[in-house]
């Protein structure tokens, strides 16, 4: 009886709500090797080759942390994707961490670059506008238009499917983002020059999105509402995947999963909460 009346004056039981599950996509279909067709189109532009050491800071603490990290992520490969360019080799080997993974490039068995790799989301449907690639031939970075609005990311698999890419080419593309830093915003107040952007743009104050300034093309400032959130570890660290929404334009807004790792953020997040921060926009094609 007891019972009963502490359970009357309490109200209902809260129930907690299952984990979030996030939805991963494989970036290989198979793990055959394959000779690649000719190209469809030569870049629109060629940049130097990208420096990875702030995205490989998002788990590593110096540069020398990184090279260990780089040949913990061959020892734990699970996936390897090898195209044959002429006669030039280039393999890709996927590590085995849970949700934020590692991707290592090599040509002719030469290590070019590894980069960390957040292969959650869901897949949209874009038009290619403008291929940007690098001078070692084998990354690369996408301006897609989506929605009314074109936006820039680092394309993960450019050295499987590059040579398929042209302007006007329509496209399913999984986004995602990893943050270089997060914040919880503690209330409505943003600060000023987010503020100034979204009053240029006539946008929503609580929504937005846009490249940074001192960042890469594929570098994006950005504030939104969490949706969900889901709590994992990597190489003994916290991180948090998060679900917000990236808005690209007046009337374009899409959700995407931003990984935040301890470096990026100490705090807690919580569905429903506001963020804003600085994230690295990535992402791959799919069905090439």
């Known amino acids: 009886m007891l019972n009963k009346l502490k359970n009357i004056l309490s109200g209902p039981e809260k129930k907690e709500e299952p984990p979030v599950e996030l939805p991963e996509v494989r970036p290989f279909e198979n793990m055959e090797a394959e000779s690649a067709p000719a190209p469809a189109h030569r870049p629109d532009h060629v940049k130097i080759d990208i420096n990875h050491a702030g995205h490989m800071r998002v788990v590593a603490k110096n540069d020398e942390e990184a090279a260990l990290l780089g040949a913990e ?41 590894t980069f960390p790799f957040f292969n959650t989301g869901n897949p949209i449907d874009v038009r290619i506008t403008e291929i940007t690639e690098c001078r070692n031939g084998c990354e690369g970075q996408l301006e897609i238009y989506t929605k009314g609005s074109a936006m820039t990311f680092f394309d993960a698999l450019y050295f499987k499917n590059k040579n398929r890419y042209y302007p006007g080419k329509d496209a399913r593309v999984l986004l995602s983002g990893i943050a270089y830093v997060l914040t919880r915003m503690k209330g409505i107040a943003v600060e000023d020059k987010i503020s100034k952007k979204a009053q240029k743009n006539n946008v929503h104050d609580q929504e937005l999105a846009f490249r940074h300034e001192n960042g890469d093309v594929d570098d994006y400032v950005f504030r939104g509402r969490v949706k969900e959130v889901r709590e994992f570890n990597v190489l003994g660290k916290n991180a948090q995947a998060i679900k917000v929404p990236l808005r690209i334009g007046a009337d374009s807004v899409i959700d995407i999963y931003v990984c935040a790792t301890e470096n990026a953020i100490k705090e807690k997040i919580h569905k ?17």
């Open 73 to 113: 992520a061959l020892k734990l490969t699970r996936d390897k994707k090898t195209i044959t360019y002429g006669e030039d080799t280039v393999s890709a080997y996927l590590s085995d961490f849970p949700y934020l993974k590692f991707l290592t490039i090599t040509m002719n068995g030469d290590t070019l670059c």
């Open 272 to 288: 429903g909460d506001y963020v804003s921060g600085i994230v690295w926009l990535q992402g791959f094609t799919i069905g090439s």
